[in-house]
């Protein structure tokens, strides 16, 4: 198995383990090429959430690529539609499953209509990416207040 596929099996489980702590019910909708890898209910709520697994350094970590199914789902879907990045971080010589069972990651929840506010976010649909709006780095626009652990 490669590390981006251990990455992204971890960041689903956590995803999986976080959305039943919050009473919702999550199921893994990866394979279905629906624009989103968890679809998450309640009585109260429905989330279909995109899931990035990361462990890139801050210091390249300047955007976050998403397909064109994603993007749709997201405009589509603005008020259901999540954006969970699970960044670990892990050095490069440390990159094992062991080290990656064990680290404790940092997580970013950021809903659909923050995504498409131009203000926030640039989606680049050429090259299928998200950027930060202002010229700042994705690192200062995802560690405000409000992404961090949802």
């Known amino acids: 198995m490669s590390w981006a596929t251990d990455i992204s099996r971890r960041a689903m489980e956590i995803v999986m383990e976080y959305e039943i702590k919050k009473g919702r019910k999550p199921e893994d909708f990866s394979h279905k090429k629906v624009g989103y890898d968890i679809h ?6 429905e989330r279909f959430i995109e899931v990035k697994g990361v462990s890139e350094s801050w210091n390249t970590y300047t955007w976050q690529s998403l397909h064109h199914t994603q993007i749709d789902c997201l405009k589509k879907y603005p008020n259901k539609f999540w954006l ?6 892990i050095d490069k010589e440390n990159r094992n499953l062991f080290e990656l069972q064990r680290t404790l990651p940092e997580a970013y929840m950021i809903p659909g209509g923050d995504l498409l506010d131009t203000t926030k976010f640039r989606i680049e649909e050429e090259s299928y990416s998200l950027k930060s709006a202002l010229g700042t780095t994705l690192k200062v626009r995802l560690q405000e207040e409000k992404y961090k652990n949802g």
């Open 84 to 89: 969970y990045i699970i960044r670990f971080c």
């Open 40 to 45: 998450s209910n309640n009585t109260k709520e």
